[in-house]
């Protein structure tokens, strides 16, 4: 049955909402007014945080994805504003979340003309194996707007999650609508073959030294609770992929380390060791298996099996001796129900494994400033409901190894990082996290270079009330004076060449201020836990400036080191 007429734009907002979206993040544009007006029509279920540039706009729904499990929802307008929300739909297909990236479109009777900011979506982000969309698509009548954004929903959620891009004409928007919204989309959940069970239950009865790798997008709290019960029953060590750390409870006797850059080395040399591998959940992409060089590519020295949800992936890089498709909200469960025998040959591999997580989170002192000792007062001060962000840097590395993610099973995600490296994330995700959750503390740790690509978020987090519940919004900037990935890189490649890699800043705690939150500078390790504690009392969010000498670095040697084993092997 029809509905009465209203414009395209609120006939959009209406189906957002039928889907359970109550925050949309973008910058506005004249390109979609009439969907602007729905929003305002509609204030009372959903809220459009309006934030300072495109690119934080999309990784703050990008963050919306990874917190909720639904398609986070950003809207730009055309051309340049879709130009820069490209790199959280990027971070969106290759961390394999669900994202909605609604753009503001030219009016069809303008179109092919190379009108005001037009581009073609379908070519922009077009999908595909290297693409950066599962789907886009332009919607052409104000009528399908709901088929549109329920099939949207769909295959953003579906196998493999990930973004889905709508072009939307601004005459859509504006013209008449009578077409009634669709019921809210729920995912189908696909389960393992019986038999597929009974073969990985085969192997690993076979097995002497097996390693679990969790990760990948689609958890619920109750699969990662079982897939924990998994480990438990049958008494195997896990790691989580790169910045899934939060897949699998860090501080539980069975948890090994994070399977990423920076590796323990003892955890490497484990999963080399393994006699079989199973990965559950991620995609075994080259940061987690060491540019394919740990887990071999194409056929591994392990026995591996990989349940992945999503069909194309399971094959496309490894001949694996066993593949199941299964969502990831099913497979902890299916997991679960493999029956272990009374005892297994592998407990001294678990506890060895779980030993060698323990000893690698010994810190080494450094000094003025040393950050083992900043994360692990972070960890000891901070709400056990806490969320922590990054962007990309050698500054994550201190995160990644000190930091005990709790599971996701007692409080949702704990980790917000993007896989894809995307620098700039952090700030963006943490405001995304304060803003859905004001309950539960934000905390992003940034590198200088990281921090300034989407600063200006800062002001997102003040004009939309962050800090109004009882959680706290902390942004922690580590300011070493250069683009510390990029400059190990040099000095292992070229040593004493530096080139590009240097950064003047500004005063970043006077910078803060200037936005309306609270800052303090950090140059000593004493001096940090009391700031610490100041960001986590009552007030505005807080900023804590920490300066930490160019030559340190988060690897186990300094970047000097580096360097002069460079010039060493050069002769």
């Known amino acids: 049955m029809s509905a009465a007429a209203r414009p395209g734009g609120h006939l959009l907002v209406e189906a957002l909402i039928a889907q359970g979206v109550d925050t949309v993040f973008g910058v506005p544009g004249e390109s979609f007014l009439a969907a602007l007006d729905g929003f305002h029509e509609h204030g009372d279920a959903i809220r459009f945080i309006a934030c300072r540039h495109e690119g934080g706009a999309a990784f703050m729904a990008e963050a919306q994805g990874k917190?909720?499990?639904?398609?986070?929802?950003?809207?730009?307008?055309?051309?340049?504003?879709?130009?820069?929300?490209?790199?959280?739909?990027?971070?969106?297909?290759?961390?394999?979340?669900?994202?909605?990236?609604?753009?503001?479109?030219?009016?069809?009777?303008?179109?092919?003309?190379?009108?005001?900011?037009?581009?073609?979506?379908?070519?922009?982000?077009?999908?595909?194996?290297?693409?950066?969309?599962?789907?886009?698509?332009?919607?052409?009548?104000?009528?399908?707007?709901?088929?549109?954004?329920?099939?949207?929903?769909?295959?953003a959620m579906q196998g493999r999650p990930g973004p889905v891009v709508l072009a939307l004409p601004e005459d859509v928007l504006s013209g008449p609508a009578s077409a009634p919204v669709l019921p809210r989309v729920k995912p189908a959940e696909a389960w393992p073959a019986p038999g597929a069970l009974r073969d990985l239950r085969a192997l690993l009865v076979r097995a002497q030294r097996p390693l679990v790798i969790a990760g990948g997008s689609g958890w619920t709290a109750e699969s990662a609770l079982a897939l924990q019960r998994f480990a438990e029953n049958w008494k195997l060590p896990v790691g989580c992929a790169f910045r899934f750390q939060d897949t699998f409870d860090n501080r539980h006797p069975n948890y090994a380390g994070?399977?990423?850059?920076?590796?323990?080395?003892?955890?490497?040399?484990?999963?080399?060791?393994?006699?079989?591998?199973?990965?559950?959940?991620?995609?075994?992409?080259?940061?987690?298996?060491?540019?394919?060089?740990?887990?071999?590519?194409?056929?591994?020295?392990?026995q591996l099996v990989h349940l992945h949800p999503g069909a194309e992936e399971l094959g496309r890089v490894y001949a694996a001796d066993l593949l199941l498709q299964c969502s990831l909200a099913a497979a902890g469960k299916a997991l679960e129900a493999l029956t272990?025998?009374?005892?297994?040959?592998?407990?001294?591999?678990?506890?060895?494994?779980?030993?060698?997580?323990?000893?690698?989170?010994?810190?080494?002192?450094?000094?003025?400033?040393?950050?083992?000792?900043?994360?692990?007062?972070?960890?000891?001060?901070?709400?056990?409901?806490?969320?922590?962000?990054?962007?990309?840097?050698?500054?994550?590395?201190?995160?990644?190894?000190?930091?005990?993610?709790?599971?996701?099973?007692?409080?949702?995600?704990?980790?917000?990082?993007?896989?894809?490296?995307?620098?700039?994330?952090?700030?963006?995700?943490?405001?995304?996290?304060?803003?859905?959750?004001?309950?539960?503390?934000?905390?992003?740790?940034?590198?200088?270079?990281?921090?300034?690509?989407?600063?200006?978020?800062?002001?997102?987090?003040?004009?939309?009330?962050?800090?109004?519940?009882?959680?706290?919004?902390?942004?922690?900037?580590?300011?070493?004076?250069?683009?510390?990935?990029?400059r190990m890189h040099q000095e292992r490649h070229y040593p004493g060449r530096v080139s590009g890699s240097d950064l003047f800043n500004p005063d970043f705690a006077a910078l803060a201020r200037s936005y309306g939150w609270r800052a303090a500078r950090v140059e000593r390790t004493a001096e940090f836990e009391p700031a610490f504690a100041e960001a986590l009392s009552e007030g505005p969010p807080m900023l804590l400036h920490l300066r930490l000498d160019t030559e340190v670095s988060t690897s186990r040697a300094t970047l000097a080191q580096i360097r002069d084993a460079a010039l060493k092997a050069r002769g």
């Open 67 to 155: 917190l909720t499990g639904r398609p986070g929802v950003c809207f730009v307008t055309r051309g340049p504003g879709a130009s820069n929300a490209a790199i959280g739909v990027h971070t969106a297909f290759q961390d394999s979340t669900p994202l909605l990236l609604l753009i503001g479109q030219v009016a069809r009777d303008q179109r092919d003309r190379e009108a005001f900011q037009e581009l073609d979506y379908r070519q922009v982000f077009g999908p595909g194996t290297l693409g950066m969309a599962k789907w886009v698509a332009e919607v052409e009548d104000a009528d399908r707007l709901p088929e549109y954004i329920a099939r949207a929903f769909h295959v």
């Open 340 to 486: 272990a025998p009374p005892q297994v040959p592998w407990e001294a591999w678990t506890a060895s494994a779980r030993a060698d997580y323990e000893a690698n989170r010994v810190p080494h002192a450094v000094e003025p400033l040393d950050m083992a000792q900043v994360v692990l007062a972070i960890e000891r001060l901070a709400p056990e409901d806490s969320l922590f962000t990054n962007g990309a840097g050698n500054y994550s590395g201190w995160l990644h190894r000190y930091l005990r993610y709790r599971g996701l099973h007692e409080h949702g995600r704990t980790q917000l990082a993007p896989t894809a490296g995307a620098m700039g994330y952090g700030l963006p995700a943490a405001v995304a996290a304060a803003l859905l959750y004001p309950q539960r503390t934000a905390i992003n740790l940034a590198g200088d270079g990281d921090f300034l690509m989407t600063g200006q978020e800062l002001a997102t987090a003040v004009a939309h009330g962050a800090n109004r519940g009882a959680g706290r919004l902390v942004s922690i900037v580590v300011d070493n004076g250069t683009y510390g990935t990029i």
């Open 258 to 302: 994070d399977v990423g850059i920076g590796i323990n080395p003892r955890l490497a040399q484990r999963v080399r060791d393994a006699d079989l591998l199973i990965a559950v959940g991620p995609r075994l992409g080259e940061m987690t298996t060491g540019g394919y060089a740990l887990i071999e590519a194409p056929r591994p020295r392990q």
